[in-house]
């Protein structure tokens, strides 16, 4: 047995989970969606009829087992802590269409 010098150790936290947005894809992801969009609007407020407080372009990611997992990381990041509404609209060569709102705190 033997005992060495002292020495010092740092432990740091780990970084923080990334924020993701999990959803469902579209039925017509392959045909007709070009990109999804993320809007998030203040709790309460109708997202049929409000201005969205921040918007992310999804791209089109690709679709695992029905859904799509996308890094929102950066425009969460931007959000004040609160409660807000969140949807995400598949857009295509025929129009949009929106996700119902899901509620979600920072």
């Known amino acids: 047995m033997t005992t060495s010098a002292a020495r010092a150790v740092t432990v740091n936290a780990p970084p923080?989970?990334?924020?993701?947005?999990?959803?469902?894809?579209?039925?017509?992801?392959?045909?007709?969606?070009t990109h999804y969009v993320l809007d998030i609007f203040a709790?309460?407020?109708?997202?049929?009829?409000a201005t969205p407080i921040a918007t992310q372009d999804l791209g089109k990611p690709p679709v695992v087992n029905g859904d799509c997992d996308v890094d929102i990381a950066q425009t969460y990041n931007t959000l004040a802590a609160g409660s807000y509404n969140a949807t995400v609209s598949a857009v295509g060569t025929g129009g949009s269409s929106r996700s119902i709102a899901t509620p979600f705190t920072k």
């Open 43 to 49: 709790s309460g407020a109708d997202p049929n009829t």
């Open 16 to 33: 923080p989970a990334g924020a993701h947005a999990l959803f469902t894809a579209s039925v017509d992801d392959s045909t007709l969606v």
